[in-house]
């Protein structure tokens, strides 16, 4: 019997330790890998022009101290700051809902998988936004109040025939570009969200659940709060590959880079293996993601 869920909130601690700690250790294995890449190039000498610059020392010990504190710590402010968003906006917009059959994701609803995902992408959007016009603009303003602009544009005018912005023209620029960071950014990043959360979904119902079902397996903890005990890796790893597979056909296509499925599927199955995998054994160690569901 399928059974439709509604996660109405996430439980910010458990979430935030959670997603700290697995891109934190996915963070080490990806400096790892850099580092034997390192390794290889500076044995084999494949780049003579770096000389005697030890590659190990100077790039491989810093990103393997970087990589993976960067990560958890990235992840903390990212992971607390969006399981707020999600938990403001689903009285407002829904939550997400899924349709489970004895812990199998057999479905998941279109509208509101895609909705509140592609609102919480645009309001990350509106901040990088306002972060990014928090620097450009007052370079422009900058730019337009040095003296010597104006005399370095009328003698570039003067030396080639052609005509340089002038320093009004480039203020104007600079607003320009301002309102499009803050308002034309989360707007694209909201259409483009949920498109592509749409597509997902669509997929994911259509076609890979005809091969591999993601599998969730919740304990209930009081009434409405659950915690998700365990990820059975493999169906989860392969049912998410086959929808980005999915989904790098439709980008290879507009890209014209056709191997972008064959990237897509290699790319998440492992990454989504080795997540579900750091999940499993972590859980039991600091304590699984809560969750209240109806």
């Known amino acids: 019997m399928v059974d439709t869920k509604e996660i109405k909130s996430l439980k910010l601690t458990p979430f935030t330790r959670m997603s700290a700690s697995i891109y934190g250790i996915l963070g080490l294995v990806a400096a790892i890998v850099m580092l034997f890449v390192i390794m290889i190039v500076q044995v084999t000498g494949v780049v003579p022009q770096l000389g005697h610059f030890n590659l190990i020392t100077g790039l491989g010990v810093p990103i393997i101290i970087l990589f993976p504190i960067g990560a958890f710590f990235i992840t903390i402010a990212t992971s607390f700051f969006s399981a707020i968003l999600y938990n403001l906006l689903v009285p407002k917009l829904g939550g997400i809902k899924l349709e489970l059959e004895n812990n199998e994701l057999v479905k998941i609803p279109v509208i509101s998988f895609s909705l ?48 340089m912005p002038t320093g009004a023209e480039v203020g104007a620029a600079g607003l320009m570009l301002s309102l499009v960071l803050i308002i034309g950014l989360p707007i694209l990043a909201f259409v483009a969200g949920f498109i592509r959360n749409a597509l997902f ?94």
Do not use: C, M, R
Not at 148 to 153: K, L, R
Not at 223 to 230: I, N
């Open 201 to 294: 979904a669509i997929f994911y119902n259509y076609i890979a659940t005809k091969v591999s079902k993601i599998k969730l397996e919740f304990t209930q903890i009081t009434e409405d709060l659950q915690k998700l005990k365990h990820i059975p890796v493999l169906p989860t790893a392969l049912s998410v590959a086959i929808v980005y597979a999915l989904l790098g056909i439709i980008s290879g296509i507009l890209s014209k880079n056709y191997t972008d499925f064959i990237t897509n599927f290699v790319f998440y199955f492992i990454g989504i293996a080795l997540t579900a995998f750091l999940y499993n054994y972590l859980s039991p160690k600091i304590g699984s993601i809560k969750l209240n569901i109806e």
């Open 116 to 163: 509140i995902l592609a609102a919480i992408g645009s309001i990350w959007a509106f901040v990088i936004g306002l972060i990014l016009s928090a620097v450009v603009s007052p370079l422009f303003s900058l730019i337009t109040s040095i003296p010597a602009s104006s005399n370095i544009t009328a003698n570039f005018t003067n030396a080639t025939g052609a005509t």
